[in-house]
Each structure stands twice: as structure tokens, then as C-alpha cells.
T-cell receptor
Framework: AQSVAQPEDQVNVAEGNPLTVKCTYS??????LFWYVQYPNRGLQFLLK??????LVKGSYGFEAEFNKSQTSFHLKKPSALVSDSALYFC??????????????FGKGTHLIIQP | EPEVTQTPSHQVTQMGQEVILRCVPI?????FYWYRQILGQKVEFLVS????????KSEIFDDQFSVERPDGSNFTLKIRSTKLEDSAMYFC???????????FGPGTRLTVT
């Protein structure tokens, strides 16, 4: 069975500082990894993904994430936080072998709060 | 930019009633999904649908649930006899053939009283 852990319920960062939201995963095969963001009363918006290739992937709104196979981690990062980045962030995984029919397994989410 | 849409945005129903939640996936997408998020908890996979049949389903997706693609654009989730614990936000998602990222709708908040 696959799983995702987001160890922090909340991350507080001052505007302009770098941010990191942590994610570790467990999957039998090779992972497809995703980050989604949820603003209040909105659906999940896709931010970025890791499928294969370069371990550092770049996504929307200046976010990036680093895949680390040995640590089974996929931490979300941004060099300089904006107040508008405040939202709920979800990490998700699926097994590469299982194809498009497989649902995503999500972490419990991390509230990111950027203080002005 | 194409979007997944869902209706209604909020549905209130009495315990034991049937509800149908509606979704219009992105038009050239071929995989469709339902997820739910109970308040304060993680997003959970319910079911995936491809080529007019269920591909995968989770343990949550029991006989009370069904899905249908009644025409070329809509994708529905039916709960036959709602329970209090069915109260949640229900998200529809879709995926393009050959792609990897699913696109989610804004959700339907279901409240069972």
C-alpha cells in the first residue's frame, strides 16, 4: 500500500524568506509525485510533478520541489515567500506501474502561513 | 483554460435520501475520478472511471455509491441512501490520456442532516 506523510500541520514563514514544506512517501514501484494547493473554498490546483529525470522540478508560481529517492522525500520549496502563498498544500503519490486508472494517495496537508 | 466544473457547489440532504453529484470533466480527458475530503481530514480516493467502466475503487466506495457517464460530457456520483458520515467535500478530477497530472474541480460540499 502506498502512503504519504506531511509531518507538519502548519508552517509559518516571514514574507521574503525561503520556505520548505516537507513530504515523504512510500510506494512499491517508482513514484509519480505531485504537489497541489488548496485555497479556501476552492478545489485542488496542480502545482508541479515529478515523473522522471531531473530531481529538481519547477512548477507554478515560483515553486519547486526536490525528489530524493534515498530519503523517499519530495519537499516543496520556494526561494522567497509571498503573503499570497498562504494556503493548504497537499503532497500526493501514485505508483508508476499502475497507470492512469490509479487514484492518488494524498498526505494530510500542511497549512502554509506567510506573515507580512 | 479548460476547467473541471461541478454542480451543485453545496448540497444539503436528509439522512437516507439519494443524492447525485455532477461533474463536467475537461473535454479531451479520458480518465475520471471522484475523491472526498471529510472536514479537517485528508483527500481520499473513491473511484476511477475509464472507457465507460470503473477502473479502480477504494474500500470507501461500497454498494451505496455508483458512478455514471450518462452522456458525452457529464460524470456523476450517486449515493443511494446517505448517512451522516457521508458529509464531506466531494471532488471530481480528470486526466488526459498519456498525461500524469489530474485536474480537480472546485468540489461539492455535501451536508447530510
Amino acid at each position: 500500500a502506498q502512503s504519504v506523510a506531511q509531518p507538519e500541520d502548519q508552517v509559518n514563514v516571514a514574507e521574503g524568506n525561503p520556505l520548505t514544506v516537507k513530504c515523504t512517501y512510500s510506494v512499491s514501484g517508482n513514484p509519480y509525485l505531485f504537489w497541489y494547493v488548496q485555497y479556501p473554498n476552492r478545489g485542488l490546483q496542480f502545482l508541479l510533478k515529478y515523473i522522471t529525470g531531473d530531481n529538481l522540478v519547477k512548477g507554478s508560481y515560483g515553486f519547486e520541489a526536490e525528489f530524493n529517492k534515498s530519503q523517499t522525500s519530495f519537499h516543496l520549496k520556494k526561494p522567497s515567500a509571498l503573503v499570497s502563498d498562504s494556503a493548504l498544500y497537499f503532497c500526493a503519490v501514485r505508483d508508476e506501474r499502475r497507470g492512469g486508472a490509479d487514484g492518488l494517495t494524498f498526505g494530510k496537508g500542511t497549512h502554509l502561513i506567510i506573515q507580512p | 483554460e479548460p476547467e473541471v466544473t461541478q454542480t451543485p457547489s453545496h448540497q444539503v440532504t436528509q439522512m437516507g435520501q439519494e443524492v447525485i453529484l455532477r461533474c463536467v470533466p475537461i473535454s479531451n480527458h479520458l480518465y475520471f475520478y471522484w475523491y472526498r475530503q471529510i472536514l479537517g481530514q485528508k483527500v481520499e480516493f473513491l473511484v476511477s472511471f475509464y472507457n465507460n467502466e470503473i477502473s479502480e475503487k477504494s474500500e470507501i466506495f461500497d454498494d451505496q455509491f455508483s458512478v455514471e457517464r450518462p452522456d458525452g460530457s457529464n460524470f456523476t456520483l450517486k449515493i443511494r441512501s446517505t448517512k451522516l458520515e457521508d458529509s464531506a467535500m466531494y471532488f471530481c478530477a480528470s486526466l488526459q490520456q498519456g498525461a500524469s497530472e489530474q485536474y480537480f474541480g472546485p468540489g461539492t460540499r455535501l451536508t447530510v442532516t
